[in-house]
């Protein structure tokens, strides 16, 4: 994302564009709520320190040493600041007690968002679906989610939303938490999105967005598949591999998108392999970059496997490729087969 600057303000090391636009915008929103409680309460002590704090942090934006740790004189890890604006220390220096109640909270942010997962095997109505769902740290941006509706059809939901860490893994539990409530008022695809969208917008700080691919798996084979900015789906069958380029902008841009449906008929054999970045912008100790059309071309060789064979495949591909190099950004895979 570009970094923006302000004439009013002087933009710290480590807030960047969130010091500028949101972290800002959360204190004077926070201001103008603690003066309210306070005009409201009978004895406003702790809200008045509160307050205090708060025009501390607008203080330091405006002299520009906003986001800078007090004890060290280093930038603040974003994601920090984001959580909480009112901040003055980077990780490195919080105290031993604060340190373990952070890796408490990791702990519980990672059980919390490996129960959403769906089961890692799905058979339903002559479909298969295998996922592999690797995250780069505790907790992961990338969003997986697999729902039988009471008709019988299949609903695969799959992205990433940006960023990284506890701020992302919380924007996928509230993607979790939309779909399912959507999906169980059998709306049309199409409607199902368009309305996550518009929530997803309207319910999220202005830099949040998600790409995603959703889809409707019918029984008799049919295939209703939406991109939202998502990298393409690759279709593999015997006369070659196709893509499912982007019908639509990535949920959280603007909340009036609309978004094309794309309708297909997978016969028996036919896969669909959804992949995130991490996947496809892997890179090896040469700083090479794995790329999508690798991934094709194995797809297209390895269409014959059974799904979780494929997922195996590609996943080993994938690690001979990166050699010793550390993964640097969350690893998903997706295969839904037409049996």
Request: glycine share 8%; hydrophobic share 40%.
């Amino acid at each position: 994302m570009p970094v923006l600057q302000s004439e009013h303000m002087p933009s710290s090391p480590a807030a960047g564009e969130f010091a500028d636009t949101i972290l800002r915008t959360q204190l004077l929103e926070r201001r103008q709520r603690l003066e309210s409680a306070i005009a409201r309460h009978d004895q406003p002590g702790h809200l008045v320190d509160l307050l205090a704090q708060v025009d501390a942090a607008l203080d330091r934006m405006h002299d520009g040493t906003y986001g800078i740790c007090k004890a060290c004189h280093e930038p603040i890890e974003l994601e920090r600041l984001v959580s909480n604006p009112l901040t003055e220390l980077c990780l490195s220096h919080l105290s031993p007690a604060e340190q373990r109640a952070l890796e408490r909270d990791l702990e519980m942010a990672a059980q919390i968002q490996g129960a959403l997962l769906p089961k890692r095997k799905l058979a339903s109505y002559g479909w298969e679906i295998h996922y592999h769902y690797q995250p780069a740290g505790l907790v992961s941006g990338d969003y997986c989610d697999l729902v039988e509706s009471a008709g019988g059809d299949l609903f695969f939901l799959f992205g990433d939303v940006a960023g990284k860490g506890v701020a992302a893994s919380m924007l996928t539990a509230h993607l979790h938490a939309m779909f399912r409530a959507l999906i169980a008022s059998e709306l049309p695809l199409s409607e199902v999105v368009q309305r996550s969208n518009a929530l997803f917008c309207e319910s999220t700080m202005p830099s949040s967005y998600a790409t995603l691919v959703c889809g409707r798996a019918e029984p008799g084979g049919g295939l209703e598949i939406l991109n939202a900015g998502h990298c393409p789906p690759l279709v593999a069958t015997p006369s070659g591999i196709q893509t499912i380029e982007a019908t639509g902008l990535p949920l959280g841009l603007f909340c009036n998108s609309e978004y094309a449906l794309r309708r297909m008929s997978l016969g028996p054999g036919d896969t669909l392999l959804l992949y995130t970045d991490g996947v496809s912008e892997a890179r090896n100790s040469a700083n090479a970059e794995y790329g999508a059309a690798r991934l094709a071309r194995l797809a297209a060789a390895q269409r014959h496997l059974a799904p979780d064979e494929l997922m195996h495949a590609c996943l080993e591909d994938l690690r001979a490729f990166r050699g010793g190099a550390s993964q640097a950004d969350d690893i998903t895979l997706m295969v839904v087969r037409r049996n």
